[in-house]
């Protein structure tokens, strides 16, 4: 029988990493004959929430017993890591000890002394409904509704801090992949953690050469590497894409002058869109994550700070849509936009002001830029002017005049085209679905 850990909200902004937890656990519990029955999970949540720490993930894994080993997965200082096979059942004491050693790791290596940081873990044999995993990365989650579920159950769970971190937790374990990819997670040695890797620009580049169903691995418009963690944390770089066996020759093509202590292959919900709820704008709420269709109803305009900002209505209601600074050229897009266009639009709403942060942005159909001239002279061979509003049009040289209708109909070439943007990868949420990844299983290839 599976045991299941959640675990989230070990970090905080200036360091740790809640994915490391699952390295320092694994190790621990292999010493005991425990291994892991399926990839571990790193799950993202709702983008959000204010009090989030970083990237909002929280890590599940599946312990079990067995001595079976199907595949290497990870490896933590040259002892690989399988995935073994389930073959006994759990006992109540097998249970508390494994609890017992996760609750030793977060206390050993969560950020006490960060007020923002309130760990919690739950280890259970009953996995939970799923509906706590589509509540927790789609809308706000009482963590009143979180205990009330562990208590009825009857889990073994600990809460550090205001205990905010049961609910991530909860969410992990309770996760069931409609749509998933993965990361391949390199760690620093313990003594390297402040240290911030060297690392050589093609190696990365390598990547999208290399791994066919990979993605965000560079940013060439910014010219910088998307893999390295910006926050001084345990992981050394990360590689995420849709094949687990393919990520495995990123440990050979990335090169940095820091060599990676411990590496494990993560199965997450990163690039799945799964925050996104397609509503219309009538129901807006704010910390939702929405797509919406439209028409664009004002036309963009750039604010303090470099932000663009416009406004997009449908049959029930209007609300401002934003691209801000950190979208870089993603902007310039944008600002091609004008009344009349019309478009789809994923994005994140703010509680202050009501507004939608732009992640991807499909334009369905262009607003047709149709204008009046006055014809040429037929004598002249001259640009004609207006004679008066109704009266026509009249040649200033020679004095021929011409009628209202003769007016010449041309239609203004538009530079932004119909199709799909989206946000540069150094700007991207980490559950919004790239393009690449879009197109990908359109043509079925991951």
């Known amino acids: 029988m599976t045991i299941y850990v959640g675990v989230d909200d070990t970090d905080s902004k200036v360091g740790m990493c809640t994915t490391y937890i ?47 080993r199907e595949q290497i997965i990870g490896e933590i200082n ?70 009330r579920w562990l208590e009825s159950q009857k889990v073994l769970y600990k809460g550090w801090g205001n205990k905010r971190g049961l609910i991530g937790a909860l969410a992990a374990i309770s996760w069931s992949p409609k749509d998933k990819t993965y990361e391949l997670l ?27 169903c990979s993605f965000d691995n560079y940013d060439y418009v910014e010219d910088c590497a998307c893999i390295f963690p910006r926050a001084l944390t345990p992981v050394l770089y990360g590689v995420r894409g849709d094949d687990p066996r393919e990520l495995k020759l990123a440990l050979k093509i990335v090169k940095t002058n820091l060599r990676p202590y411990a590496w494990l292959i993560f199965e997450t919900n ?14 807006i709420r704010s910390r939702m994550s929405v797509l919406i269709e439209g028409i664009v109803s004002e036309k963009p305009k750039i604010i303090e700070g470099g932000h663009v900002i416009f406004k997009v209505q449908d049959d029930t209601g209007e609300i401002y ?36 942060n732009v992640e991807k942005i499909e334009v369905i159909e262009l607003k047709r830029i149709i204008i009046k001239r006055p014809p040429l002279c037929p004598i002249c061979k001259k640009r004609m002017t207006s004679a008066g509003k109704g009266k026509g049009f009249k040649c200033k040289r020679c004095g021929t005049r ?16 119909e199709g799909i943007y989206e946000v540069p990868p150094v700007a991207r949420r980490h559950l919004s679905m790239p393009i690449k990844r879009i197109k990908m299983r359109e043509r079925g290839l991951c």
């Open 402 to 417: 011409l009628p209202e209708d003769t007016a010449v109909i041309e239609e203004i070439p538009r530079k932004l085209k």
């Open 270 to 283: 990163q690039g799945t869109d799964d925050h996104i709820v397609r509503v219309c704008i009538g129901k």
């Open 186 to 212: 390199t760690y620093k040695n313990r003594n390297e953690w402040l240290k911030r890797p060297l690392y050589d620009k093609e190696s990365v580049k390598m990547l999208d050469k290399v791994l066919r």
């Open 321 to 356: 849509c934003a691209a801000y600074e950190p979208t870089k050229g993603f902007r310039k897009i944008v600002l091609q936009l004008i009344p009349g266009d019309k478009v789809k639009i994923w994005g994140s709403v703010k509680e202050y002001p009501n507004t939608v």
């Open 78 to 147: 040259g002892k690989p890591i399988f995935i073994i096979s389930d073959e006994e059942p759990c006992s109540n004491e097998l249970v508390e000890d494994v609890f017992s050693t996760v609750c030793e790791v977060i206390e050993e290596f969560y950020i006490s002394d960060d007020k923002n940081t309130n760990p919690g873990v739950v280890v259970t044999c009953i996995k939970p409904p799923s509906t706590f995993y589509w509540s927790t990365v789609r809308s706000v989650v009482k963590l009143e509704s979180v205990m």
């Open 22 to 68: 699952a390295i320092e656990v694994l190790k621990r519990l292999m010493k005991e004959n425990l291994g892991i029955v399926s990839y571990p999970r790193l799950v993202r949540l709702n983008p959000n929430i204010p009090w989030k720490t970083r990237g909002n993930g929280a890590i599940a894994l599946l312990i079990g017993t067995g001595s079976a």
